[in-house]
């Protein structure tokens, strides 16, 4: 990969870091159950994204 890439994968990167915390905190903060469903499938996108980023970034070091 070039070195051009290399900033979009870090704020991508970081952007599924932060879906992990905003899916989690809407899972156990709010107590209702379209909030516990649409948490969970924001930290299963992020986690599938989070996996993807980090073997990008992985193959450039």
Do not use: K, N
Request: glycine residues 6%.
């Amino acid at each position: 990969m070039s070195a051009c890439t290399r900033p979009w994968i870090v704020c991508a990167d970081r952007v599924s870091l932060a879906g992990m915390a905003s899916g989690l905190a809407l899972m156990l903060l709010c107590s209702s159950a379209w909030a516990f469903r649409a948490g969970f499938f924001v930290v299963l996108v992020s986690t599938a994204a989070q996996i993807l980023f980090s073997h990008l970034r992985g193959s450039e070091r």
